[in-house]
């Protein structure tokens, strides 16, 4: 079965700091894999997506993420946090991209502290 | 391009009450999907569909009824609303990403 998880349900850290949220996945497939940002009261906006191609990721706002095989995970970071980064975070899985599926993670909520 | 438009954006019911909670897309996207929210719990599968004509359940489809008419609409039908439906719902379309609605927040009393 596939699933997704999240390892940490809140993360908080000083503006200017690292990021680091951590997302481990099983899939029987090659998943794509993704990173979705959601600020309060809002819809989810995508930030990131991995699609079997570079296994280091760019999104946007500076966030990137790097795809391991080998420890199954796809974690997300950026070097140095902003106050506008505060936001809920979910790392998705589509294990089977013909049926479409997306699976959640059940987020992480990042604070950014002054 | 308007991209993927939910109505209402809010809601209240009372137990009991029926009410469809409308999805439409304008980038001919053939999948299309409901979620819902549930704090702490992540986004969990309602019903999908893979094309006009093509609906199937998700992880929680019990409560709701969805129609695919078209490849723009994808309305979801709560028949007899219960608290436990009180929640956040998104519609959501996907090509090479997902593509979500700004959701519909329903309270249930």
């Known amino acids: 079965a596939q699933s997704v998880t999240q390892l940490d349900s809140h993360v908080s850290v000083s503006e200017g700091t690292p990021v680091l949220l951590r997302c481990n996945y099983s899939?029987?497939?090659?998943?794509?894999l993704f990173w979705y940002v959601q600020h309060p009261n809002k819809g989810l906006q995508l930030l990131l997506k991995y699609t079997s191609a570079a296994t280091l990721v760019k999104g946007i706002n500076g966030f990137e993420a790097e795809f391991k095989k080998s420890e199954t995970s796809f974690h997300l970071t950026k070097p140095s946090a902003h106050m506008s980064d505060a936001a809920e975070y979910f790392c998705?899985?589509?294990?089977?991209?013909?049926?479409?599926?997306?699976?959640f993670g059940k987020g992480t909520k990042l604070s950014v502290k002054p | 391009n308007a991209g993927v438009t939910q109505t209402p954006k809010f809601r209240i019911l009372k137990i009991g009450q029926s009410m469809t909670l409308q999805c439409t897309q304008d980038?001919?996207?053939?999948?299309m999907y409901w979620y819902r929210q549930d704090p702490g719990m992540g986004l969990k599968l309602i019903y999908y569909?893979?094309?006009?004509?093509?609906?199937d359940k998700g992880e929680v489809p019990n409560g709701y009824n969805v129609s695919r008419s078209t490849t723009e609409d994808f309305p979801l039908r709560l028949e007899l609303a219960a608290p436990s439906q009180t929640s956040v719902y998104f519609c959501a379309t996907l090509s090479t990403e997902a593509f979500f609605g700004q959701g519909t927040r329903l309270t249930v009393v």
């Open positions: 998705v899985v589509s294990p089977e991209r013909s049926q479409g599926n997306l699976i």
């Open positions: 899939s029987s497939y090659s998943p794509s």
């Open positions: 980038m001919n996207h053939n999948y």
């Open positions: 569909s893979v094309g006009a004509g093509i609906t």
